[in-house]
Structures are given as C-alpha cells and as structure tokens.
C-alpha cells in the first residue's frame, strides 16, 4: 500500500484494520503454537534428551517411542497455514512493488526503491527459507549437523539483519 497507493495510505491502512492485522497474526500463533503443544504432550517419550539447540516440535518428536505421523501431518498443514501462506502473500505484494517501481520515471527513483526493498525481501527470503528447509524438508535427507546450523541460522543470525 505504501508503495503501491502512498496517497491513499492513511486511509486504507486505518488504525482498525492494523489492529485487525496485529490480533489476527496474535491469535493464529496462539491457536498454532496450542495445536502443538496439545499434540505434543500427549506423546510418550523414550528419553529426554534432545540433540537440538532449542525444544522445538520436530525435535521433540524424534524422542517419541509410539507412531508421530498424525503429529508430522499436522506440522505439515500448521507449515502450510504459518510458512508458506505468509510468504505467498508477500511475495505477491513484492510482484505488485516491483510493478509500481517500474513505473517509476527516474533511474535514481527506482535505484533507490529497488535498494529499500532488496534488503528487505533478501531478510525474508532468508528468513522464509531457513524456515522452510527445517520444517518443510522431506524426512532425511539432512545431517543432524547441518539441521541445527540452519536452526542456529533462523535463530540468530537472521534477527540480527
């Protein structure tokens, strides 16, 4: 909106619609994170030592000694809803600012939008994409080692950008 209608901004993004925003991401997140808390709890482990950095829901799930498929399923669905319907909505709307940066006139109005938004999208291309490699890859495939590298990565190297 910013880029795309700055005139029309205060109006579109009102105080209402940004409060709608923020308690609609609140509530997804709570209503994601108690899915699989729930869901985990119920799990019987084998033992209680988790070769991870964090205590996070995969991690967890390889410590269980009974059948974890429904709990893969619905880390499946809740990546799905959490990971890659965020990042299609914003890579659609970097679709609709690249559009409007061409339309920019001036080489240097463009240069100079091109390098606001590169920077941004490249944390979220990071930041969506160590996501995704953690909890979207197929079963396998990946070293212990390079899993908790790319977790260490999503952790702290991306909230420092």
């Known amino acids: 909106v910013a880029v795309c209608h700055p005139l029309h901004y205060t109006?579109?993004?009102h105080g209402g619609l940004c409060l709608g925003l923020v308690a609609g991401c609140l509530v997804a997140g709570f209503m994601n994170s108690l899915m699989e808390t729930i869901i985990t709890f119920q799990l019987l482990l084998c033992h209680n030592v988790i070769n991870h950095f964090a205590c996070e829901t995969l991690a967890v799930l390889r410590l269980a000694c009974v059948d974890v498929s429904f709990n893969k399923a619905m880390v499946a669905i809740s990546g799905f809803l959490v990971i890659l319907l965020p990042c299609s909505l914003i890579l659609f709307s970097y679709a609709h600012i690249v559009a409007a940066i061409l339309h920019i006139p001036s080489a240097q109005g463009r240069r100079k939008a091109f390098g606001t938004c590169t920077s941004h999208l490249t944390v979220v291309c990071m930041c969506f994409g160590a996501t995704?490699?953690?909890y979207m890859r197929p079963a396998g495939g990946s070293s212990l080692e390079k899993k908790n590298m790319v977790a260490l990565f999503?952790?702290?190297?991306?909230?420092?950008?």
């Open 11 to 13: 109006l579109i993004m």
């Open 132 to 134: 995704m490699f953690t």
């Open 154 to 161: 999503y952790a702290i190297v991306i909230p420092m950008l």
